[in-house]
């Protein structure tokens, strides 16, 4: 049964850092791309990033362009998305996703692409 739970999220001021994680069950990670997407409250669901199976392939929302860096751990079967410079607009339930479409490796993540998604994990970013 394939499972990801997200985990890290919380209230930070601005200016912090939160590290997510997303541990995922039922599959290797390494033969799919992962994804990680936010909803802020009464917008749609938006890619934030993605990185493939070899990491060599990355993609950040230039929202997020070097302030988040998303990684991976194959022995924990985890994906990472580490947040520095935490803004309040940065407020969001944020999901992890995968897929096996490799084709998608790099590219802006759009929700129809992804078979398997987390439940969220909420950050909110206020003084």
């Known amino acids: 049964q394939v499972q990801l739970v997200e985990s890290g999220g919380g209230l930070v001021q601005p200016g912090g850092s939160l590290r997510l994680s997303c541990k995922m069950s039922?599959?290797?990670?390494?033969?799919?791309?992962l994804a990680w997407f936010r909803q802020a409250p009464g917008k749609e669901r938006e890619g934030v990033s993605c990185?493939?199976?070899?990491?060599?392939?990355?993609y950040y929302a230039d929202s997020v362009k070097g302030r988040f860096t998303i990684s991976r751990d194959i022995a924990k079967n985890t994906v990472y998305l580490q947040m520095n410079s935490l803004k309040p607009e940065d407020t969001a339930v944020y999901y992890c996703?995968?897929?096996?479409?490799?084709?998608?490796?790099?590219?802006?993540?759009?929700?129809?692409?992804?078979?398997?998604w987390g439940q969220g994990t909420q950050v909110t970013v206020s003084s």
């Open positions: 996703a995968a897929t096996g479409d490799l084709v998608v490796a790099g590219t802006d993540p759009l929700m129809y692409q992804y078979d398997y």
């Open positions: 039922g599959f290797t990670l390494e033969h799919y791309v």
């Open positions: 990185l493939d199976s070899s990491e060599t392939a990355t």
